[in-house]
């Protein structure tokens, strides 16, 4: 099966301007998460939707981040304006539930985000 | 909440050398726990998990063993490859399904 697809691979772009980030997941799979990872930390979980509901977005900075997941498909995560310490790689990652009740996940290779 | 901690990296063997390296975590109940693999240039892979305790996972050589009196879930490979040179993540995952990560551990094995 293909699996999670994002773009662009790469971004540089200049403090206070925006960026948008896209998420294709794997066919099927109900629930969606965007995570941020920081050089040298472990990823952090930013949104997560069930279809096109959000589940749980407490640590997304609401003030600059929005997500969307129209129709329960692909998902854009959108910066405005784009802050220094938001250079990041960003991992879009998909799930489905197993028969064993735990869940598959798979991860897209991420955006790598550099702000300057 | 719930947290992972992991050994502080980065961490350097020789091939054939025998790899721990050390995962705990902090959780209410019993979480199910995982390690990840992020090869240069690569998407997150899973690794090996367990779901509940004294379960073993295992994968290409790896094994880890979860422990509740210890909530540990250490990472260990009696002989490591060249090819194991990779950045390795302890998670677990609880309840609404989203994975908490510890901070990752830089493993580069030398020929």
């Known amino acids: 099966e293909a699996g999670v697809a994002q773009s662009p691979r790469y971004k540089i772009i200049e403090k206070r301007q925006s960026v948008a980030f896209w998420c294709n997941p794997i066919s099927g799979h109900a629930t969606l998460y965007w995570y941020q990872q920081i050089l040298g930390q472990g990823p952090k979980l930013l949104i997560q939707f069930q279809n096109n509901g959000v589940v749980d977005d407490s640590q997304l900075p609401k003030d600059r981040f929005s997500a969307e997941r129209l129709k329960g498909v692909d998902s854009t995560l959108k910066i405005q304006p784009a802050k220094l310490e938001d250079s990041a790689v960003y991992l879009c990652?998909?799930?489905?539930?197993?028969?064993?009740?735990?869940?598959?996940?798979?991860f897209g290779s991420g955006t790598r985000l550099t702000v300057v | 909440g719930n947290s992972v901690t992991q050994m502080e990296g980065p961490v350097t063997l020789s091939e054939e050398a025998f790899l721990t390296i050390n995962c705990t975590y902090t959780?209410?109940?019993?979480?199910?726990l995982f390690w990840y693999v992020q090869y240069p240039g690569e998407g997150l892979q899973l690794l090996l998990k367990?779901?509940?305790?004294?379960d073993k996972g295992s994968n290409k050589g790896f094994e880890a063993t979860y422990r509740k009196e210890t909530t540990s879930f250490h990472l260990e490979k009696g002989s490591v490859q060249v090819s194991d040179s990779a950045v390795y993540f302890c998670a677990l995952m609880k309840g609404a399904q989203k994975l908490v990560f510890g901070q990752g551990t830089r493993l580069t094995i030398n020929p």
């Open positions: 367990a779901t509940k305790a004294d």
């Open positions: 990652a998909s799930s489905t539930p197993r028969r064993d009740g735990g869940r598959g996940y798979t």
């Open positions: 959780a209410t109940g019993y979480p199910s």
